[in-house]
């Protein structure tokens, strides 16, 4: 079975370490805050300025003043601290974030990365993640592996405008975990019950898999 | 006005000197921390041929989105937009100019413009579309392209305290692209919540020094929430 939004953040969530600092990107990313491991400390950075994000406000708790980089109102966990959009990103493109979490339309199997505009249709803009992904050593990339209409996402050469060259080193979709590397994608793990032959079938760049294949493990 | 007292006492007066085909960069990131009040001041002043640099461009009736129906915008420089209809139209007719600068490059541009470095190199966009045109160079075996830096004939700014002297005080995110723009413009007008005297605010809590600013001016704010999320069980 391919993996839920859910799962996708909690396998990300696997990946957190106690002390991160940790940026997550619009849609899935974001759910990833909800399965932080018991007793593991870890800030969320948001880009419009807010370091040590915490949970939605209650309704008294609304500030029109407080709000994340996707533009929800939010409040600020104990030790957070504001600040300008400039310092804000000088934390990012200083590789001062030790986790950046964010969707893309494709990868390829160099490290490249097209998550901000289709052709053809309104562009709406790439916010701050050509900054994230330029910035960033540990970059995790969520998406579904191949389109609705079983087109893979996971390329030889992306084939849609880049948001950042050679950036990408892990992958996680909803059938697999890949690792980018020497300008190949490898098989790290694979989701509970989906075999690797699907996943070979619905990767359009180079995999590379050895061994034995694990599933991903959830609580 | 006199001496370092920088407070008008209207509108009119706070935008007074912008004309058609200047350039104004504009605080707030989506619709937190915008300057309400002076859009609508430019709107009801007609303004026209604007080159905007905002991150955003508000939506159909709230923010710098309340400039497009009589086109007083010719051209915005952004990282996100289209949040409105009105936007989309004119970007696909080619009425409006869109430049899509990445937020932090945005930032570093406002930032250098108003610190006097003419231009930087950086590796966001290296590789992309945005990088179309630009130099580029190699640092430590790293690649970077060169993005100019960025000044305005005005700069709009919202601030929650202000003293007479125009040092501000900028409120949790509402602080954003506010500082940056303050620094960038020749004349930096900014609008608060509150005017205090000079000494009221802690010299040490002086988010921008009043250098920066040329009027200030008090306000009354909506403050429309664009995402208006709520805890329901738990989780963020």
Redesign the interface.
Known sequence: MALTREQIAQRVAQELQDGYYVNLGIGIP?LV??YVPEGMEVM?Q?????LG???????DE???????A?????T?ATGAS?????E??AM??GGHVDLTVLGAFEVDVNG?IASY?IPGK??????????LV??ADNIIVTMTHASKHGVSKLLSNCTL??????CIKKVLTDLAFIEIKDGKFYLLERAPGVSVEEIVKLTTGELVVTGDIKEMKFE | MAGFDKVVSSYEEAMAGLSDNMTVLAGGFGLCGIPENLINEIKRKGTKGLTLVSNNCGVDDFGLGILLPKRQIKKIIASYVGENAEFERQMMSGELEVELTPQGTLAEKMRAGGAGIPAFFTATGYGTPVAIGKEERQFKGRDYILEESIVGDFAIVKAWKADRFGNLIFRKTARNFNPLAATAGKITVVEVEEIVEPGELAPDQIHTAGIYVDRVIQGTFEKRIEQRTVRTTKGA
Request: no cysteine; hydrophobic share 40%; charged share 15%.
């Open positions: 974001t805050a909800n969320l948001s880009e419009n300025g807010l994000m915490g949970q939605f406000p209650t309704e609304i500030d029109a003043d407080l709000i994340n996707g533009k929800q109102t939010v600020m504001v600040f300008d959009s400039a804000s990103f990012i493109r490249n505009m309104l562009i709406k803009g790439m916010g701050g993640a050509m900054d330029a910035g405008p880049l948001t950042g060259k050679g």
